[in-house]
Structure formats: structure tokens, C-alpha cells
């Protein structure tokens, strides 16, 4: 697997089903937190991922 | 219907200090043990794939165990962080996994999943802790 975003999702899925777990007790409310988190991951990556893509490396 | 429990109804506290100590041991060394232990087991099933699967996932990235070498000390402290996944951290080292593949281009994010994978588990080992302590 050499896709950026496929890895940032993967990792994403992983860490914010471990948070969901850990902070919440309920399925229903872990699944709520998990995917809240899951996409607040990805959003946030990709909209940093094109504010720095002016900056030179 | 269900309903959220506070932490007097729950299962009592194992506040003793020999049993704290063992609960944070199964902790660290196999990933949602100690939940399974002291009776959450959802939550512990969800750790020991979840995390485990993120490890092996560091590994197969081409991820570095890092060694503790004080001389490079943000590779002592990725040291510290891998230590903290236990059993799947020590049979990668007795297995020659984990040497890393710097040419792969997966080699940095299988080194960030492997970090993380043990600092993930530290926070796993807390959680336990807490509710050993009857604090959850």
C-alpha cells in the first residue's frame, strides 16, 4: 500500500476506534465518537495537506 | 434499556496493591487483557485486534523497532514508546522483525504506526488502572 490517504484513513480508523473505546462505554455512543473522530481526522489532514501544498520544500 | 452505570454500581475496586500491579502487567504485555480481566470484555476484544493489528501493520510497513541509545535520544524515546506494546513487541525483536526497511517508501508510516501502537496501549494501561482503582 503506498497511497497517503489510504495509510492517513487506516490509521485514522485505528487510533479513532481506540479513543472511542477507551473514552466512551456504550456501542451506540462509541460508534458516534469513533466516527466523529475518524472524520475530523481525515478533514483536518487533507485541509492541512493543501494549506501547506504553496510552501516549498 | 440501557443505561449508563456510575462507578458505585460497577464491580468493586481490586485496590489491592499486588493486584493493581498484575492488572497493569497483563496490560501492558497483551493488549485489552486487563479490560477482558476485570469484566470488559468489549472493550478488551476491540484493543487486542485493533492494536495489535496496528502493530503488525507498522511491521509489515517496513517500521523500525527503534533500540534504546541514549546517544540518539528521539530514537530512545520511539524506543520507549514500541516497549510499551509487551508480548507482540518482544516477539518481533526474538522474531528479527522490525529492522526496519529505510528505502520503503512506508518505511516513515510504518514507523509512526509502531509509535503510536505502544503509546496507545500505555493510555490502555491507565484506563485499567482506573478502573481497578473503582474510578470508572
Not at chain 1, 38 to 55: E, I, N, Q, R
Not at chain 2, 77 to 87: E, K, N, P, Q, Y
Request: net charge neutral; aromatic share 10%.
Amino acid at each position: 500500500m503506498t497511497s497517503h490517504l489510504l495509510i492517513l484513513a487506516l490509521f485514522s480508523l485505528v487510533v479513532s476506534t481506540v479513543f472511542a473505546v477507551l473514552m466512551r462505554d456504550e456501542p451506540r455512543e462509541q460508534l458516534k465518537a469513533g466516527g466523529w473522530m475518524f472524520a475530523a481526522f481525515v478533514v483536518t489532514a487533507v485541509a492541512l495537506g493543501w494549506l501547506m501544498y504553496p510552501l516549498p520544500l | 434499556m440501557a443505561t449508563k452505570s456510575t462507578a458505585a454500581e460497577r464491580a468493586p475496586a481490586a485496590a489491592e496493591p499486588g493486584t493493581l500491579v498484575l492488572v497493569c502487567v497483563a496490560a501492558w504485555a497483551v493488549p485489552g487483557a486487563a479490560h477482558w480481566w476485570l469484566g470488559r470484555r468489549q472493550k478488551g476484544i476491540v484493543f487486542l485486534i485493533a492494536l495489535t493489528a496496528m502493530f503488525a501493520i507498522g511491521l509489515s510497513f517496513g517500521g523500525q523497532l527503534f533500540a534504546f541509545e541514549l546517544r540518539e535520544p528521539l530514537g530512545a524515546l520511539a524506543a520507549v514508546a514500541d516497549i510499551g506494546l509487551g508480548v507482540p513487541w518482544i516477539l518481533a525483536k526474538v522474531m528479527g522483525y522490525g529492522a526496519g526497511h529505510v528505502t520503503a517508501v512506508t518505511h516513515e508510516a510504518g514507523n509512526t504506526f509502531l509509535i503510536v501502537a505502544g503509546l496507545l496501549n500505555s493510555l490502555v494501561i491507565l484506563d485499567a488502572f482506573d478502573i481497578a482503582m473503582g474510578r470508572k
